[in-house]
């Protein structure tokens, strides 16, 4: 009994209210399934598209729409906010209006398409991009789905300048890695790669193809929670260790198809293959390492991430 009761008594101390925006399917949903495994209060907000899981609780907002945002939260406030979904200086303006106030910490999911202007060979550091000096325009036509895609990098540019300027609250950004793994890779590219292995279709790549850094899709999970309840704020990459090369990706899928056959099709200019780069996309993750966080090699998991992925389909 008194054991039970010091679980009791410890488990409600470590309980926290926390807002996951978006968030329902790959990496987020993982993220919001250790959250309430930790005995954490979670809230997901959405459109209402999908039902977050059994135990937490939904909110339903269009967050491009400031009004419906505040309606949706009414009264509530959290210790942690984080949000899966902030592609757009405009999106990151209606936040840090609507949440001043309401969170003790902002964690925001970037990525690794923030260094797309920084050419570098080496592994790129936070300090390559300080959001303090990216100009935000949140005139753009950052509403329209096409302008947004091909703008996906400098959207976060202007994001994480939104919030970082003059913080309203403790604010972190996640820049996170290419992810890989899991059965439900909704991105279809390590898929690429299979159908083209199996029907010798070739693999499009640079003529000077640079490698990249990844991290699997559990590790961003557990990432992403445990930068939720540490205290450090700031811009963070967040890469397993090593860079893998589209040949490696390749040849980790190959093994799964026997018969198949891998061809390469250098091109100067033009669309190439996923995970195929014209520059440079290594993350130095030694911030994230010195804070506390413990990260994998990507090429001891990248087998596993493969099968995971292909399954059957391989």
Same mark, same amino acid.
């Given at each position: 009994?008194?054991?039970?009761?010091?679980?009791?008594?410890?488990?409600?101390?470590?309980?926290r209210e926390?807002?996951?925006?978006?968030?329902?399917?790959?990496?987020?949903?993982?993220?919001?399934?250790?959250?309430?495994a930790?005995?954490?209060?979670?809230?997901?907000?959405n459109?209402?598209?999908?039902?977050p899981?059994?135990?937490?609780?939904?909110?339903?907002? $269009?967050?491009?729409?400031?009004?419906?945002?505040?309606? !949706?939260?009414?009264? &509530? %406030?959290?210790?942690? #906010?984080?949000?899966? /979904?902030?592609?757009?200086?405009?999106?990151?303006?209606?936040?840090?209006?609507?949440?001043t106030?309401?969170?003790?910490?902002?964690?925001?999911?970037?990525?690794?398409?923030v260094?797309e202007?920084?050419?570098?060979?080496?592994?790129?550091?936070?300090?390559?991009?300080?959001p303090?000096?990216?100009?935000v325009?949140?005139e753009?036509?950052?509403?329209?789905?096409?302008?947004l895609?091909?703008?996906?990098?400098?959207?976060?540019?202007?994001a994480?300048?939104?919030?970082?300027?003059?913080p309203a609250?403790?604010?972190?950004?996640?820049?996170?890695?290419h992810v890989?793994?899991?059965? $439900?890779?909704?991105?279809g590219r390590?898929?690429?790669? !299979?159908?083209?292995? &199996? %029907?010798?279709?070739? #693999?499009?790549?640079? /003529?000077?193809?640079?490698?990249?850094?990844?991290?699997h899709?559990?590790?961003?999970?557990?990432?992403?929670f445990?930068a939720?309840g540490?205290?450090?704020?700031?811009?963070?990459?967040?890469?397993?260790?090593?860079?893998?090369?589209?040949?490696?990706?390749?040849?980790?899928?190959?093994?799964?198809?026997p018969?198949?056959?891998?061809?390469?099709?250098?091109?100067?200019?033009?669309?190439?293959s996923?995970f195929?780069f014209?520059?440079?996309?290594?993350?130095?993750?030694s911030?994230?390492?010195?804070?506390?966080?413990?990260?994998d090699?990507a090429?001891?998991?990248?087998?596993r991430?493969?099968?995971?992925?292909?399954?059957?389909?391989?």
């Open positions: 009994m008194g054991n039970d009761r010091e679980v009791r008594v410890a488990r409600e101390a470590r309980e926390v807002l996951v925006i978006g968030g329902n399917r790959y990496f987020g949903k993982r993220l919001i399934a250790r959250l309430l930790a005995g954490d209060r979670v809230t997901v907000l459109r209402g598209s999908s039902a899981p059994a135990g937490a609780t939904h909110l339903v907002a $269009d967050r491009n729409d400031e009004k419906s945002l505040t309606e !949706a939260l009414g009264s &509530r %406030t959290f210790d942690v #906010v984080v949000d899966q /979904v902030c592609y757009t200086p405009r999106q990151a303006a209606i936040a840090r209006r609507v949440f106030g309401r969170t003790r910490r902002y964690v925001m999911t970037s990525t690794v398409e260094y202007y920084e050419d570098s060979v080496a592994p790129v550091h936070e300090t390559d991009v300080d303090l000096t990216v100009s325009d949140p753009l036509p950052w509403d329209e789905p096409e302008f895609d091909a703008h996906y990098g400098e959207g976060k540019r202007q994480e300048a939104v919030f970082a300027t003059e609250f403790p604010f972190v950004s996640v820049r996170v890695a890989l793994g899991g059965n $439900d890779d909704f991105t390590l898929q690429h790669y !299979a159908d083209r292995i &199996r %029907t010798g279709e070739p #693999v499009l790549v640079p /003529v000077v193809n640079h490698p990249a850094t990844y991290i899709v559990e590790e961003i999970a557990d990432f992403l445990w939720a540490e205290d450090f704020t700031g811009t963070v990459n967040a890469a397993s260790h090593g860079t893998l090369t589209t040949e490696e990706l390749c040849e980790a899928v190959a093994a799964h198809l018969g198949g056959r891998t061809v390469f099709r250098e091109v100067e200019v033009g669309e190439v996923p195929s014209f520059r440079s996309y290594g993350m130095d993750n911030r994230a390492a010195r804070l506390g966080f413990g990260f090699k090429r001891r998991w990248l087998p991430a493969v099968a995971e992925t292909l399954g059957k389909d391989a």
